[in-house]
């Protein structure tokens, strides 16, 4: 468990650096390049670690492909916040990222069969289904109006290209720290939730089949947390206001799956409303 938590945490730290990288580079080349670059380089780099020979690599592999996978998030946030009605970004931004949930949701569908039959390598092999959808970015995603004028704007006037520093100027530097203080602390609780798969086996008994399934169902239902969320925010109250509400609800449900629920049926309503809420706040984050 301790090795397990270690690789996670390795895991994070790299990607995330390397995904700051990469909102760099997506400001200087384009959001549809990066984010084609990002879509063929995530599944090549799982479908890898079905070959792993070692540990070290499984995890070398695994950081790079949740580098790239992490990357693709504020890419197509950004796009669609640049070609989005601003009275309705809200909105867009989290029907955009109900895929998560949703992609969650699909996968525990068929990795218990995978797994029973053939063994865990081949579940990493379904990545290679999602190359072909670089041809839909490639062929249907053009650059966002609002990109094209700032490069265009950059040329003229001669500018730097933007680098990680530009976000700590003056003019910046309190509101990102403020929100890496906020977004780090929020994913510092998302970050526990990885091992829900692993605590169900070992804390609770149930068979890997069985704790697949349940986390895939709670990430179906917290799919219509991610709309609920973005409704809230856009129309009923302030989208700070909804963060801070979902987070709250969230983290309260988490608690009481962990130390309250005791059966089956307490602790799947207790995991959806806590998948409803505390996953759903990032559809306003």
């Not at 700070?240 to 629920?261: D, K, P």
Request: hydrophobic share 50%; glycine share 10%; aromatic share 16%.
């Amino acid at each position: 468990v301790v090795d397990r938590g270690r690789y996670i945490a390795i895991t994070f730290v790299i990607s995330g650096l390397l995904v700051t990288q990469i909102g760099v580079l997506t400001d200087r080349i384009g959001r549809q390049r990066t984010l084609l670059g990002a879509t063929l380089l995530t599944p090549i780099f799982v479908a890898a670690m079905a070959w792993a020979p070692n540990t070290w690599m499984l995890l070398v592999l695994r950081t790079l492909g949740f580098g790239a996978a992490g990357a693709q998030s504020p890419i197509t946030v950004t796009t669609v916040i640049e070609e989005s009605p601003s009275r309705l970004r809200g909105l867009f931004s989290g029907v955009l990222q109900i895929g998560f949930p949703l992609g969650f949701f699909f996968a525990s569908l068929i990795v218990p069969f995978i797994y029973s039959t053939w063994g865990w390598q081949y579940i990493f092999l379904l990545a290679l289904l999602f190359l072909p959808y670089g041809w839909v970015i490639y062929r249907y995603l053009p650059e966002p109006e609002a990109w094209l004028k700032v490069r265009d704007a950059r040329k003229a006037n001669k500018e730097n290209h933007p680098t990680t520093r530009d976000i700590f100027a003056p003019e910046y530097r309190r509101r990102t720290i403020l929100l890496f203080i906020g977004q780090f602390l929020c994913v510092f609780a998302f970050g526990a939730t990885i091992l829900l798969t692993a605590y169900f086996r070992e804390s609770k008994g149930w068979d890997a089949e069985l704790a697949i399934q349940t986390v895939g169902l709670s990430f179906g239902i917290g799919a219509f947390g991610y709309v609920a969320a973005a409704f809230v925010g856009e129309f009923l109250t302030s989208r700070r206001n909804t963060i801070v509400i979902w987070c709250i609800l969230g983290g309260l449900a988490f608690a009481a799956m962990i130390w309250l629920s005791s059966g089956y049926t307490q602790i799947v309503l207790a995991f959806c409303t806590m998948t409803f809420f505390f996953y759903g706040s990032y559809a306003v984050i």
